[in-house]
């Protein structure tokens, strides 16, 4: 079936460095990802969509300038979060669609992000 | 602006025992609704897609209804297995999706 890895699974940072997170679609070409952020016991909050060769659209509350997104290839997105404060501490999960006829969402395994 | 939520927050059961699992959203417009499975610090696993079109969805001991006109959805378990023990996740969109926080089970053996 369909795979979507992230990459790192895990990362520690000083507060005020910045950190990229990778999303792979392995075995289909994905024009659009998306980015979403998962607070400890709470649900799965959408922060952008991430296009392929044009600017992501951010959802309303998330800082385009301080979360990165890059969609350089049909195959990766990348996140950057920029001037990383502990607050940004949380888990980052990314999805693709493989199927347009469906919309069935793949998600990738998360990456925990831990600013110290 | 679409809102999820999922009934119960968690759910402790016997193994063996069948199940029902419950996410109402606020509108009928035209989406998917899909449910995941989500182990402890893990991503989502997709269980079951049910488009637009559709009322119910089966994998295995898994059934997933959903009726557009209440707002609500099911995810139904049978003969629950320890294994099961997860929280569940559902989701609303066409893409992008709206979810809601979730049902934690755990099915004691």
């Known amino acids: 079936g369909a795979v979507v890895s992230q990459h790192p699974s895990w990362v520690i940072c000083k507060s005020g460095t910045s950190v990229k997170i990778e999303c792979r679609s392995l075995?289909?070409?994905?024009?659009?990802m998306f980015w979403y952020r998962q607070f400890p016991k709470q649900s799965l909050m959408l922060m952008a969509t991430s296009n392929e060769g044009s600017k992501a659209t951010y959802e309303q509350g998330v800082e385009k300038d301080k979360f990165l997104i890059n969609h350089a290839s049909l195959t990766l997105s990348t996140l950057t979060v920029t001037s990383a404060h502990p607050e940004d501490s949380s888990f980052y999960i990314c999805?693709?669609?493989?199927?347009?006829?469906?919309?069935?969402?793949?998600f990738g395994p998360g990456t925990r992000l831990t600013v110290t | 602006k679409q809102e999820v939520t999922q009934i119960p927050a968690a759910l402790s059961v016997p193994e063996g025992e069948n199940l029902v699992l419950n996410c109402s959203f606020t509108d009928s417009a035209i989406y998917n609704l899909q449910w995941f499975r989500q182990d402890p610090g893990k991503g989502l696993t997709s269980l079951l897609l049910?488009?637009?079109?559709?009322r119910e969805q089966t994998s295995g001991r898994l059934n997933a209804s959903l009726d557009k006109s209440s707002g609500r959805s099911t995810l139904y378990i049978a003969a629950s297995q320890p294994g099961d023990s997860a929280t569940y996740l559902c989701g609303r969109g066409s893409e992008k999706l709206v979810f809601g926080k979730g049902t934690k089970l755990t099915v004691n053996p």
């Open positions: 049910i488009q637009s079109s559709q």
């Open positions: 075995d289909f070409q994905a024009t659009t």
């Open positions: 999805s693709a669609n493989r199927d347009r006829g469906t919309r069935e969402q793949y």
